[in-house]
């Protein structure tokens, strides 16, 4: 969940949703709030809260919404980052150099998306042992490199907590898919061309609703070359 510092306020805190909850959750969870928030609630009733909540209500069940989440999932992924590019030295990679070397569209273009195939078989094939590509330039060699790198997880329902088949936020599945940055380090001395890593995600939960869907997570360090200038 994003939270505080950002620029524009977290809907989705605000009515204790994920994102990506359905417009019927979105409706659901603000009734349920405003029994408790609104002005005239005796011991409960907080008019900046309730102001918050029906805020969050009418732009997550409105129009405005589409590009509401397109912030929301932009400020999500950097925003960890951002607030730590201030504090310390450290290199943290941008997207563009977190590659992902065996994903779908590329297993498909070389055909290795037909049934009966399995992972082991596709990578004896391409020779690609590990999930994650990060390559790091030579100046950020002796410096501590934090890549955020985003990971499929399963969310139990915030509505039901998976126990009803009949719930209307999560379709009775009782958990729902959605993605979360997982946030690697890597100490200076650790960086070398070639080196592989290997994460068990079980130990890495966003929280204790939250799961990565993979359960060994392979990143592989790739030293750039530098290029040599070329005199006018």
């Not at 609104?38 to 409960?44: F, L, M, R, S």
């Not at 380090?185 to 070639?194: D, H, P, R």
């Amino acid at each position: 969940m994003v939270k505080a510092n950002l620029s524009v306020p977290d809907y989705y805190e605000a009515l204790r949703l994920p994102f990506g909850a359905t417009t019927e959750a979105v409706r659901t969870s603000f009734r349920r709030l405003a029994k408790f928030l609104h002005p005239d609630i005796p011991k409960t009733g907080s008019e900046i809260e309730f102001i918050r909540i029906f805020s969050a209500y009418q732009v997550l069940s409105s129009e405005k919404r589409s590009s509401y989440d397109e912030l929301y999932l932009k400020l999500r992924s950097f925003k960890e980052a951002l607030q730590q590019t201030s504090q310390d030295s450290a290199v943290y990679l941008p997207m563009d150099r977190v590659e992902y070397p065996t994903n779908i569209s590329t297993l498909a273009r070389k055909g290795l998306m037909r049934k009966g195939l399995r992972t082991k078989d596709r990578r004896k094939f391409t020779g690609i042992h590990y999930d994650i590509l990060l390559q790091i330039r030579p100046e950020e060699l002796g410096k501590k490199v934090v890549a955020l790198i985003p990971q499929t997880v399963r969310v139990v329902c915030g509505e039901c907590l998976g126990r009803d088949p009949h719930c209307s936020a999560c379709g009775g599945a009782g958990t729902y898919k959605s993605s979360r940055n997982l946030k690697v380090e890597f100490s200076a001395a650790s960086l070398q061309n070639g080196r592989m890593f290997s994460f068990d995600l079980s130990k890495f939960r966003p929280d204790s609703f939250t799961h990565f869907k993979k359960k060994i997570l392979k990143v592989k360090i790739l030293v750039q070359r530098k290029t040599k200038s070329v005199a006018a």
